[in-house]
């Protein structure tokens, strides 16, 4: 079986370069979910052609106003062929569809005698589109990886009225299209209730990338017992009830480590300068923060449960920080399955007092406890969740689901 993959990956070298340009930093988290999905599809010697529309903020917030069709080789193994664009919003949405139409319809014709099938990652309205429209044509079976809901993606700009309008046009287009696919991978079971009740789909929640991540579990010996969070530095991430109910901590031999951008960094700054305690260290690599969550003994995710997205949500920092080799702690959230809850410590909102009372009895377990935690996390992971599995299980699905197209 042949596969036409279309998706946001590139390679992480080069593009890591590019958006150190950016006035805008976007989050790396498709990136890395796409590398290890196509590391997962290599090692089972998967049949797969890439194409790209990679994610950089519009010109101006990025430096690039246009990209060509370049090719460029992916730390998979795999080749991927740019689809071009005019990186102005708007123009560059019609020119993703305009190019990527003529690149799904290339294929389908070289590979017209052959069984085959097209895989994207993301419903993304230009691409998914064209997908679906050729896909139908042509009688070939075609398939979305959801991982996050359409709905979900963009919120509201009230800063910006042209690009709050822009944002819901593209949320309206994209839930039109949404439950025409054949099939989908999903990250949480929920996700079905929303995008499609009668298509088959599979869940796999994430994927393990062994190779980029920490493979010792011997920790730093740290002066202070360090608390970290790496990801989008939101209100309504829970960023704020942490702080508040970190601040209300009287340890001294604490620290609170924070990275990331988002619409809380400037309140935070202001809480830095107030406590000591608490840093802020902005936007770093995915490689330097990988080396700081191993040297944490704690890793927090608290977000607000009660909010409506979390039911369809899994966190994709989840998996990254089970493999760091340094505990867990997380609010209790549908999105998430029960076996997980076996080697990550939990609690069941994220109210301010709820984190207080949390993170006190944290850095008063045993060393050892916590060690042993975090040791089963990394194990449940690696041999559940690792690239080849999860992508064999995304391969069969796939073919056991393509019988009435070629």
Known sequence: MKILYLGMVCNKANYLKEIEKSKVKPSVAAL????????????????????SFPVFPSFPHSKKLFWTNKTEDL???????????????????????????????RWIKD?????????????????????????????????????????DMFKADDKSFLRSYF??????????????FDGYVYLTEKMKDVISTTKPYIVIEGIADLYDNNKSLV????????????????????????????????????????????????????????????KYYGWKTREEILKY????????????????????????????????????????????PDEYYKYVY???????QTIQNKLCEMINLDKGELEEMAKNAYEFIKNNKNAQNQAKKIYFFLKENIKDGR
């Not at 090692?43 to 194409?51: A, I, R």
């Open 32 to 51: 890395v979910f796409e590398n290890a999905l196509l590391k997962g599809f290599k090692e089972n010697n998967v049949d797969l052609t890439v194409k």
């Open 75 to 105: 730390e998979s193994g795999y080749k991927t062929e740019w689809i071009p664009a005019i990186n102005i919003n708007a123009v560059k949405q019609l020119t993703l569809k305009m190019n990527s139409k003529r690149m799904i319809k």
């Open 111 to 151: 590979n017209k005698d052959e069984e085959k099938v097209v895989l994207v990652y993301s419903i993304f309205e230009p691409i998914g589109k064209s997908v679906i429209d050729i896909c139908k044509k042509t009688n070939t079976k075609c398939f979305a990886i959801v991982p996050d809901l359409p709905r």
């Open 167 to 180: 944002k819901k046009m593209y949320v309206r287009k994209t839930t039109l299209i949404q439950s025409l």
């Open 219 to 278: 920790k730093a010996n740290n002066k202070n017992f360090i608390i970290m969070y790496a990801g989008g530095i939101n209100k309504s991430f829970g960023i704020d009830n942490l702080v508040k109910a970190f601040i209300q901590l009287k340890n001294e031999d604490i620290e609170l480590r924070l990275f990331g951008y988002g619409d809380y960094v400037s309140e935070l700054e202001l809480y830095c300068q107030k406590d000591r305690r608490i």
């Open 293 to 336: 969550e191993a040297q944490a003994d704690l890793l927090v995710n608290l977000r607000n449960n009660m909010d409506e997205y979390t039911k369809y949500s899994f966190p994709s920092k989840t998996i990254e920080y089970m493999l760091s080799g340094t505990p867990l702690l997380i609010t209790a959230l549908e999105g998430i």
């Open 346 to 352: 939990s609690i069941p909102d994220n109210d301010i």
